[in-house]
């Protein structure tokens, strides 16, 4: 198990920011189920989007990591939209711009990926 972790971890130089975002929307879902952090009692419905959002959010990502190793562009579009989904919980400071940072590097790897393939005849 500990063997495709580290692979997962090792394919770009952003994907333990990705595995950070995980675990951050992970205590995000958590913080919404369990009420910290919030000033007052959140209803029914916020506390369900929350947790949804951020469990999506978290999925997303790690399944991108885990199935980019086979299907890179599938893996791509997951972890941009897991760390999309991230971004949005602009008030819990570092994750913004740590998914902004995953964006832009997913981005650059599929770009760089994709530019020997256009260039062989």
């Known amino acids: 198990m500990e063997g495709w972790i580290v692979q997962v971890l090792k394919q770009a130089w952003w994907a333990p920011l990705a595995a950070v975002l995980v ?8 913080a919404f189920l369990f009420g910290e952090g919030t000033s007052n009692l959140l209803d029914a419905e916020s506390t369900a989007a929350g947790v949804s959002l951020s469990l999506v959010g978290a999925c997303a990502l790690a399944l991108g990591l885990r199935s ?6 599938l893996g791509n579009a997951l972890i941009v939209l897991g760390a999309a989904l991230a971004a949005i919980w602009f008030w819990i400071i570092f994750m913004t711009p740590v998914a902004i940072v995953v964006i832009v590097g997913v981005l650059i790897s599929q770009m760089r990926s994709a530019a020997p393939a256009a260039e062989t005849p």
């Open 23 to 30: 675990l951050a929307q992970l205590g995000v879902a958590a």
């Open 68 to 73: 980019r190793l086979q299907a890179r562009q």
